[in-house]
């Protein structure tokens, strides 16, 4: 505390999770359970999903267990007998999973994620689940967006600030780059997840000297292989002048500077001016960034209208998917017991039984989605969820988000022009198999 | 990892601090600046703020270090040198702060917690005061509304799954208690903050028994003193009638149902239905309980219509703060060496100097504030802002969220009648200061 270190991870759960799993317990049930990980309904602005968060959720799964210090506080509620805490605190996660892989566009209604365990141990990893693989691809989802509004610039993550958390700073970060970005603010980062970091200086640095001259050069001699300033403390297109002063000031001594950055004001407008300013005073090679208050949209505005900026800063937006902030991801009970299971709850109906998603190409393109049981006759296409996990152990290396990264470019070009817009864009067709249709159909009229 | 310890949180941080650090080291700066922390303006989704997360910003800024591995990777990223890393890994955080109490309501402009520190420290802390601060308000402030909303009806904090990442789960459940909420599920906020925690029952638990009357009967058992059954898998008033019918045949173990929980359908209609069955059955003392989709709006509607519900569970809206889910928090540079300084960007003005509230009261309602120089003759009201740190210790105790809640119940009784509505508000006078005014007149003249 104030951080929470690996030890308490099990238990960041919902008190429900323990209580089910001490009836459970008391009733003796150790059948196995396949739980699904899945969004129920796109938010209406999102075309599609970016998968993310296996790798920091597989962790979570490997290292499960409940320390002492959380079992003592489950016996001061006086609701648990020492027989189920004393099982708790020997309680490892030893299920088998199957994943969908960071990066994969995925669509309403497919499990990024499957989970067979004893019903304990999986009941007892919804909530981390939930809400780690949940939010990294909320904010891939969002960085895809913004990779597709940026045609090939450069977008870096500049929203720890606003970021709901310390948690949400570092792996938004992580989630940001899966969905590409191509680097981050946060130091953390860089340090956990090799994530490449990015920063120039605020407002403040450019306050705290005499003026803008002395601040910039200060900054130059401290950077010099190549200073980011920040030009709009005061009038942007006087910053430009003073940026390229200093650059031609401070040439003799070998410092060069990289780029000039504008955090306000008319950004497409300003840019032109800037260019301008640079480029007469001969530093074509200078290079503009544009950051506040951005997202997809005022980017691929700016880029329509032929604004010449190389490079854009996101935060708040993309931190924090601020036009769609949450995800409806739910971890439902499949089968139970080697039995398929299916709720039947108003607008929430669960479809039953262990899940594949098989997916099908057109050319380069990909065309369509088949959701099917596991255990039938594969219809055509890949299948989506690969085993990651036996009896709790990776059954594939730990990934780093590059890896994912570079899955998520991949499959951005293999979208369908029609998902590829920011907005209006087409359906994407996903069926359900016949065999999971009838099963469905048959457990519902048993009820 | 994947969860952070405590060491890390000086490397949450952008990594622009760190630069800025570096050039003000080597133009060897160590004059003291003054930075605020305020909300730019108020989301047009909100009326008023809910100070929050103070106590665990001075516990980050007591604990402020950066370590060995943290240097390490700074040095490897070779645009430091030696001496400043050899200075990074000796510094704490030796600053003064002035701070709001959490529970306090709080408009645009007015600072939250104003640092006053050697320049480098006070710039090094920034990103994470800004999130810690900035997220633990942004769901306060929700939960304040739900609160409204409840009209004394209690409600608890499920948000856990759809909050952004593991520390949203647990500072959000923390910053919903402060906001008002009267307990979490989030077992790891009771253990680390001592919040009431609460749970039920999930769907899946229905679904692994042969039917609901068995699941009801098994749960009732291993919780004998008052169990909460979900009743909605299936069909909510049949699930009524069955925990009613379990609630009759376990009566004579000494076994009693507290509540039941409805979480899907039209929960009014379903409410008023189940309240009939289980008074019919002779179980008035079964509460009932809502949850689902639920926020301030969909609540006050319940309300409005008698819905017989006793109490809610309210999730991603209060976790996400869903339609409002990032506050414009910023940090800003307002005095340096004793001189006051002001940013005069396109539509990001900051007003000079540092800075005190005063609140006037009206009876028992609050009735305006002004926005003064700390240093010039304090106007009529009581100041907002006090000392909580000097030199970087604290000079007020540490303070658990529940005398956060107190105060803010206590304000949200004491908010016009016109602020205290959901939407259609009246404003609230916020001013400046003569002094304040003339001094930001003079500034921007000098410009």
Same mark, same amino acid.
């Given at each position: 505390?104030?951080w ?11 008190? #429900?999770e =323990? ?7 008391a009733?003796?049930t ?12 796109? @938010?209406e602005e999102?075309?599609f ?5 296996l790798d920091?959720?597989?962790? /979570?799964?490997?290292e ?6 959380a079992?003592e &506080?489950?016996?001061?509620?006086e ?7 004393a099982d ?7 299920g ?11 669509f309403a209604?497919? %499990? ?5 365990a004893?019903?304990v141990?999986a ?9 780690? =693989?949940?939010f990294q691809?909320?904010i ?13 610039? @450069? /977008?870096a ?11 949400a700073a570092?792996?938004?970060a992580?989630?940001? #780059?899966?969905g590409?970005?191509?680097a981050t ?6 340090i956990? &997840?090799?994530? @490449? ?7 403040s #640095? ?6 803008? #001259? ?5 900054f130059?001699r ?11 403390t ?6 430009? !002048?003073?940026?390229? !002063?200093?650059?031609?000031?401070l040439a ?9 950055r504008?955090?306000?004001g ?15 005073a ?5 290079? =503009? ?10 980017i691929?505005r700016l ?5 010449? =900026? ?21 971890y ?5 017991? $080697?039995?398929p ?7 929430k ?19 369509g989605?088949?959701?099917a049981l596991?255990a ?5 296409g890949? @299948?989506?969820l690969?085993?990651?996990m036996?009896?709790?152990?990776r059954t594939?290396?730990?990934? $780093? %988000?590059?890896?994912?990264r570079a ?24 069926s359900?198999?016949?065999a999971?249709h ?5 457990l519902?009229s048993w009820?």
């Amino acid at each position: 505390m104030p951080w929470v270190d690996d030890g308490s991870a099990a238990a960041l759960t919902d008190l #429900y999770e =323990i209580t089910m799993a001490a009836a459970y317990s008391a009733d003796g049930t150790t059948a196995p359970a396949t739980f699904e990980l899945f969004v129920r309904d796109l @938010p209406e602005e999102r075309a599609f999903l970016i998968a993310a968060g296996l790798d920091d959720a597989l962790r /979570f799964l490997e290292e499960f267990r409940f320390e002492p210090g959380a079992v003592e &506080y489950l016996r001061s509620l006086e609701s648990f007998d020492d027989s189920f805490l004393a099982d708790l605190s020997e309680l490892r996660f030893r299920g088998n999973v199957w994943a969908v892989a960071e990066g994969t566009p995925i669509f309403a209604g497919e %499990p990024l994620l499957r989970v067979t365990a004893p019903i304990v141990q999986a009941q007892l990893v919804e909530t981390f689940l939930l809400n780690t =693989i949940g939010f990294q691809t909320l904010i891939a989802s969002k960085a895809a967006r913004v990779w597709l509004a940026c045609d090939g610039r @450069p /977008f870096a993550d500049f929203g720890a600030r606003r970021g709901h958390g310390a948690d949400a700073a570092l792996k938004g970060a992580r989630a940001a #780059y899966v969905g590409g970005a191509a680097a981050t603010s946060v130091v953390l980062a860089g340090i956990e &997840y090799g994530i @490449p970091v990015t920063g120039t200086m605020a407002h403040s #640095y450019v306050l705290s000297h005499p003026d803008e #001259y002395s601040a910039f050069t200060s900054f130059a001699r401290t950077f010099p292989e190549g200073a980011a300033l920040l030009i709009d403390t005061f009038d942007t297109v006087e910053g430009a !002048r003073i940026a390229a !002063r200093v650059a031609a000031d401070l040439a003799d001594e070998g410092i060069t500077i990289r780029s000039v950055r504008l955090d306000s004001g008319d950004l497409g407008a300003l840019a032109a001016r800037v260019r301008d300013v640079l480029d007469d005073a001969g530093f074509p090679e200078i290079r =503009i960034l544009a950051s506040g208050g951005l997202d997809e949209f005022r980017i691929a505005r700016l880029l329509d209208s032929d604004a010449p =900026i190389d490079g854009f800063g996101v935060g708040t937006e993309l931190s924090t998917s601020g036009d769609a902030p949450n995800l409806e991801v739910v971890y439902k009970l499949v089968e139970d017991d $080697g039995e398929p299971v299916m709720k039947t709850s108003t607008g929430k109906v669960t479809l039953p039984g262990a899940k594949q998603v098989y997916r099908t190409t057109s050319g380069d393109v990909i065309a369509g989605d088949v959701i099917a049981l596991a255990a039938e006759d594969p219809p055509d296409g890949t @299948p989506l969820l690969e085993r990651v996990m036996r009896r709790g152990r990776r059954t594939v290396p730990p990934e $780093g %988000p590059t890896a994912a990264r570079a899955r998520t470019l991949a499959a951005l070009d293999a979208l369908p022009e029609g998902l590829r817009r920011l907005e209006g864009w087409d359906d994407y067709p996903v069926s359900t198999s016949n065999a999971l249709h009838d099963l469905a159909a048959q457990l519902q009229s048993w009820r």
